[in-house]
């Protein structure tokens, strides 16, 4: 009798525990992972955006830090994976 009454008190928090796991947790490792796959995917000639709004193109793609191109007149900056929000195709 005590086992099934413990066993219907976790029952619920048991449910909640799922739920939550596959509307929030879930998704959002496979939206980190694909973001990886993008950023370890970019090549030179790429347009990609910054978490500031920046349009770049890459330049060079380096272990922690990418080389990119800011403009049409050769500015070129070094702007670290972490920052990178999203390619672009244009």
């Known amino acids: 009798m ?3 009454s413990l066993l219907t008190s976790l029952l619920p928090l048991l449910v909640l ?3 939550f796991y596959f509307l929030v947790i879930r998704p959002q490792q496979k939206q980190a ?3 990886k796959q993008m950023i370890s995917e970019l090549a030179k ?4 955006i910054t978490n500031g709004g920046l349009i770049c193109e890459v330049i060079k793609p380096e272990d922690d830090f990418i080389k990119v191109k800011l403009n049409d007149e050769n500015t070129i900056a070094k702007i670290s994976k972490e920052f990178i929000a999203k390619k672009i195709d244009v």
């Open 17 to 19: 525990f799922a739920i």
């Open 2 to 4: 005590e086992q099934n």
């Open 45 to 48: 000639g790429d347009k990609i």
């Open 33 to 35: 992972k694909a973001h």
